[in-house]
Nanobody, 126 residues
Framework: QVQLVESGGGLVQAGGSLRLTCAAS????????MGWFRQAPGKEREFVAG????????SYTDSVKGRFTIDTDNAGNTLLLDMTNLKPDDTAVYYC???????????????????WGQGTQVTVPS
């Protein structure tokens, strides 16, 4: 089992920055795929960014490219999401997720992730 706990959310003005952190515990391994997803009020959960250490690859949804950066420590215990130039459309609950197994491609599909955190709220007022 893997436990994921997000932190770092908050209220920030448009154009500001935040860093989200996801702490992983339990049966963690050095090779993994992890991702950040978000869910805005009244909308479906969507993929934001992901990283797979097996191939050293990252992936971002188009709306955050150039503004968000996903990173992790080599031990696989901490996942980060650095968010800059935040916009009101970024307002959502942000979740980190982890996928079991070794993959060379970052999946953007929610159902392919096995473990989820409880989420952290990011609010960017318009």
């Amino acid at each position: 089992q893997v436990q994921l706990v997000e932190s770092g959310g908050g209220l920030v003005q448009a154009g500001g920055s935040l860093r989200l952190t996801c702490a992983a515990s339990g049966r963690t391994f050095s090779s993994y795929t992890m991702g950040w997803f978000r869910q805005a009020p009244g909308k479906e959960r969507e993929f934001v960014a992901g990283i797979t250490t097996a191939a050293g690859r990252t992936s971002y949804t188009d709306s955050v490219k150039g503004r968000f950066t996903i990173d992790t420590d080599n031990a696989g215990n901490t996942l980060l999401l650095d968010m800059t130039n935040l916009k009101p459309d970024d307002t959502a609950v942000y979740y980190c997720a982890r996928r079991r197994g070794l993959f060379l491609v970052v999946s953007t599909t929610i159902r392919e992730y096995d473990y989820w955190g409880q989420g952290t709220q990011v609010t960017v007022p318009s």
